[in-house]
């Protein structure tokens, strides 16, 4: 095997007997790094200490991770505009903190005749938050539910951004 001591300078290829014999002698242990290698290669190392830095650089890397929500709007197509306009300005806060945001409109029973209605609902969405998200999943109606998938914008949060006028949807007159 070709054994690396502590310093990390190579002592060359040397047997295992050998190896073990020099980690025994300056108290440390003898820990193999590339066992596919030819010939593998062994290092001699506190295994103790090897591994706190191990579980300390895991969890660096854990603490720099920024965890992305999806957080869930759930809309109906005879939702009335002033909900609307509620829910839209909720859409907005979770995409400028980040989030994803998930609208879900629903139809229940004979409500699926107004599917073209959830389809302008969400354009209007669309248009709305244009200036910080992208649409990650274009609107598709699954089963009785029509669904679309809003991103934040790849500048990041943005504040300070204008707010908009909402425009009342205009909706067919039942008869």
């Given amino acids: 095997m070709r054994l690396i001591d502590e310093i990390g300078t190579q002592v060359g ?3 295992t007997r050998e190896a073990l014999q020099m980690a025994r002698d300056r108290g440390l242990d ?5 066992p596919n290698s030819s010939p593998p290669v062994c290092k001699i190392c506190d295994y103790g200490k090897f591994k706190y830095e191990k579980k ?3 969890a660096q890397a854990r603490k720099k991770q920024t965890v992305i929500k999806v957080k869930e709007v759930q809309l109906r197509p005879q939702t009335e505009q002033h909900d609307l306009d509620y829910k839209f300005k909720n859409i907005r806060t979770f995409l400028e903190e980040g989030d994803k945001a998930k609208i879900t409109i629903m139809f229940r029973g004979r409500e699926i005749t107004y599917v073209d209605q959830g389809f302008k609902i969400m354009k209007h969405l669309q248009e709305m938050t244009k200036d910080i998200a992208i649409v990650e999943a274009t609107p598709k109606l699954e089963g009785k539910k029509l669904i679309m998938i809003l991103a934040p914008a790849p500048g990041g949060k943005r504040p300070d951004t204008p707010k908009i006028q909402i425009a009342p949807i205009i909706r067919k007159s039942e008869s």
């Avoid at 003898?30 to 590339?34: A, I, K, N, T």
């Fill in 56 to 58: 300390k650089k895991e």
């Fill in 30 to 34: 003898l820990m193999e790094v590339s």
């Fill in 13 to 15: 290829v040397i047997s």
